[in-house]
C-alpha cells in the first residue's frame, strides 16, 4: 500500500513539475493571458497604439524619429556615368538577401548589372567604364568581410573601391 501512494506521489509531483514547465514555457514573461480571470476575446481586441502596452501601463518603449518628414521623401539623383556608389549594407532578418537579389536583378537603370547563371555575383559596371557602382555581395563579394557592418564598412569600402584607380582618378568623398 505505501508503495502504490510513493507512486502516485511521485506522479503528482511529476505532473505538477511538467505543468510548470509549460506553463513557463508558454507565458515566459510575468503577465500571462493564461493566469487572467478576463475572457481571451477581450485580450486579443490589439491596442490603437502599436508600442502601447496590453494592461495599458505606461509604455516602455517611446517611438523616436530621427528624421522629418522632408528629409524621408527627399529625392536623390544617382549619376550612374560619374563617381556616385550605391553602398548595401546588410543587416541581418530584415530580408536583405531578397533586397540585395532585387538590387542586382531588377534595378532599372541606363546599364542594369548583367547576371549569369549558376553564379553568385553580378557585374555592375558603369557605362563605357570597367568599374561598378553598387558595392555589395552580390557584386563585389565579401569583400569586407561576412556581414560587414557599418563601421566596417566606412573603414573599407573607400579602401577597396581605390584600390582599384588610380591615384589621379579617385573622386574626393
Not at 521623401?73 to 548595401?88: E, H, T
Not at 530580408?95 to 541606363?110: A, D, M, P, S, Y
Not at 553598387?134 to 569600402?157: K, M, P, Y
Request: glycine share 6%.
Amino acid at each position: 500500500m505505501e508503495e502504490r501512494c510513493n507512486k502516485l506521489l511521485l506522479a503528482l509531483v511529476m505532473l505538477f513539475l511538467f505543468a510548470v514547465i509549460v506553463l513557463q514555457y508558454v507565458c515566459p514573461g510575468s503577465e500571462c493571458q493564461l493566469l487572467r480571470l478576463r475572457p481571451f476575446r477581450a485580450a486579443a481586441a490589439a491596442p490603437a497604439d502599436p508600442y502601447g502596452a496590453e494592461d495599458e501601463s505606461p509604455a516602455r518603449f517611446a517611438a523616436k524619429f530621427n528624421f522629418s518628414e522632408a528629409e524621408l521623401l527627399r529625392r536623390v539623383d544617382f549619376n550612374i556615368k560619374g563617381d556616385d556608389l550605391i553602398v548595401f549594407l546588410h543587416i541581418q532578418k530584415t530580408g536583405g538577401t531578397t533586397f540585395g537579389r532585387h538590387l542586382v536583378r531588377n534595378i532599372q537603370l541606363e546599364q542594369p548589372c548583367e547576371c549569369r547563371a549558376g553564379q553568385k555575383k553580378c557585374t555592375c559596371l558603369r557605362p563605357g567604364k570597367r568599374e561598378t557602382w553598387l558595392f555589395s555581395r552580390f557584386s563585389t563579394g565579401w569583400s569586407c568581410g561576412l556581414h560587414a557592418d557599418w563601421t566596417e564598412l566606412t573603414n573599407c569600402v573607400p579602401a577597396v573601391v581605390d584600390s582599384k584607380k588610380e591615384l589621379r582618378l579617385r573622386p574626393s568623398r
